[in-house]
């Protein structure tokens, strides 16, 4: 894949997303439609109250059509870039079911947890079939500790990757700007070591979605005009667990990613906490919200919390590829 044609998929993506989202935020606004601040937030979060939400959904059109667009002309679209844009699409699909209850039916809480839960492991099934151990090695690893053969293990471990990473980027996506900067790296990451592996097909979904979400920052950072919402911030995290389950490095998320596993932590540990010690950890969970009670902007969050997935990456690109 030329440089050439990298830029080229960024831009259809960039274009797409920059030429619509105009509309969707004109259509949100015309209709009222915005997205209700959790009132266990911070406090200075509700002025954001009434914010158009669901900007997610043209993230994941601009990949969609993208990914076949340029899969198309390189010849590259097969399994692997197919099943990896419907597991972004699918995880988006769960997404906007729970942000339409919660902006259109008015339920704050949107899904059930159970519910939210069940459909990401079936699409997890899914994506498990089309792959099936004809495609996958369906052997468990830890590098340098042990290796299980075992189907069993394999898929219950890829299901947790993909339901794990998908609430991960939720967890992230609470500040404006947040995710879609971290997302744009990780993403651009995954591009590079896909291009380093040859693998054409997964480079062209990850650059696809990195030039859709340069495209929504221009809407999406401080003060945002738009958030994106579930069905973009599932469907980033479960991308990303699929790409690097296709690669063969399911664990070179937990470094790429460590901004999103971080966050999902400081939520666990809190719990854990208050539950059995009656006592908080941080000030306030997900930890971007614990720099924000300590005085940070944020922008400031969104700047150093870029600059550790950046270095994150850069030290995984480093020593790894």
Known sequence: MEFSHIIFDMVSSFAIVAILMPFLIGYLVAHKEGQSIREEGPKWHEKKSGTPTMGGLLIIFATLVTDIWVGLW????NRSLLITTFVIVLYGCIGFIDDFIKVFKKRNLGLRAWQKASLQVIVGIIFLYVYNDDQLPMNFTIPGILSINS????ILFTIFWLVGFSNATNLTDGLDGLLGGLGAISYATYG????????IDLAIVCFSVVGA???FLMFNHKPAKIFMGDVGSLALGAGLAAISILLGRYWSLLLIGLVYVIETASVMLQVFSFKVFHRRIFKMTPIHHHFEMLGWTEWKIDIV?????????AIYLILFV
Request: proline share 0%.
């Open 305 to 313: 919390f870029w600059i550790v997935g950046a270095i994150c990456s």
């Open 74 to 77: 390189q010849g590259q679209l």
């Open 151 to 154: 189907a069993v293990i394999f």
């Open 192 to 199: 590079i070591i896909s291009l380093n592996q040859n693998r």
């Open 213 to 215: 979400l340069l495209a």
